[in-house]
């Protein structure tokens, strides 16, 4: 059972587990998040755990400071503008990922982005304390409403995670506004905390928003962003000429020894080091310029689900829209 701390008790054993690689629910003005040192893949991997998510979503990294924010980041002038009249608070800005970013690709689940913010009270004293950048999706399992209490995390995550840290009921109550910059025009990705209206008195310029007025990008439409080049080829059971190899545990498949190039997702069969890793082994295999990848099976198990649901998405033909409009119904 999860202890449960008041956050001015808090701070040093938060983070202590944050450095061990253990998710800690933090309470944030918005809602509570569930919380892992961005830069460890395997404590990313615990969240995805905690919460039972079926897929890999990007996740919002939370920082303390600018500088902290420029080193995951690419700021163009607008972003840097609302960050600097909305940070810190409810804000999230959707940035160009810095080539060499501290943060795990789990993280932006494998994309070319990543959603950055600062927010005020505990979240950010932890991103300080620690000096790590905190990835944080809601403290709620997958399919759950968001929780703005200790005792409503406690109620859903408190059997799976070691501490919750109580900082009273969440001011804001609502997710952070997520928007994102892209030719010169701000996109409001998800309506949020702080008022599309307080940005489009700032900006000047009414925000662009989806179809539906709603949520342009759902996860979904994101995930489809990211696909190997390569073709991946499924539950493999030999390698065929050519082919790279995409493996998992202690046994080869067939053929491995003709394999133009070998990642392992874990030698010993371990799904949380296999999700940690995921997405930095799609990417080498990818770098490696094989036509096609083959997947040895991975185990349906735990995070297996989320492992075979990204392989999935890899695999799909590029732009399936029922694939898109599955995973935009899925609360996060
Ligand atoms: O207020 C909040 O934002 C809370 C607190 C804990 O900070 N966090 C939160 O996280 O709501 P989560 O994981 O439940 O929702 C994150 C949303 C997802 O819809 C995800 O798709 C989007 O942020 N997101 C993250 N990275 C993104 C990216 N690179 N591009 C577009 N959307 C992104
Ligand atoms: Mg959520």
Known sequence: MAEILPEDRALERACELILAGLPVAVPTETVYGLAADATNGEAVARIYE??????????????????????????????????????????TLVLPL?????????????????????????????????GRPIAAPSANSSGRVSPTSARAVEADLGERIPLIVDGGAASVGVESTIVKVEDG??????????????????????????????????PGMLVSHYAPNATVRLNASEVRTGEALLAFGPKRIAKAEN?????????????????????????????????????????????????????????APRGD?????QDAEVAD
């Open 50 to 91: 905690a919460k039972g998510r079926p897929r890999f979503n990007p996740l919002i990294v939370h920082v303390c400071d600018r500088d902290m924010a420029d080193r995951i980041g690419t700021f163009d002038p607008v972003s840097a503008r609302l960050a600097d009249i909305f940070w810190p608070g409810p804000l």
């Open 98 to 130: 810095k080539a060499g970013a501290p943060v795990s690709p789990l993280v932006t689940a494998g994309l070319g982005t990543v959603g950055i913010r600062m927010p005020r009270g505990f979240a950010a004293r932890l991103a300080a304390s620690t």
């Open 185 to 218: 025009r701000v996109q409001l990705l998800r309506p949020g905390g702080v008022a599309a209206e307080e940005i489009e008195a700032v900006l000047g310029a009414p925000l662009s928003r989806g179809r539906a007025g709603a949520t342009v990008e759902a």
């Open 259 to 315: 394999a133009v190039a070998v990642e392992n997702l874990s030698l010993s069969g371990d799904l949380r080091e296999a999700a940690a890793s995921l997405f930095a082994h799609l990417a080498a295999l990818d770098r490696c310029g094989a036509h096609s990848i083959a997947v040895e099976p991975v185990p349906r198990q735990g995070l297996g689900e989320a492992i075979n649901d990204r392989l999935a998405r890899a695999a």
């Open 321 to 325: 829209s029922t694939i898109v409009s």
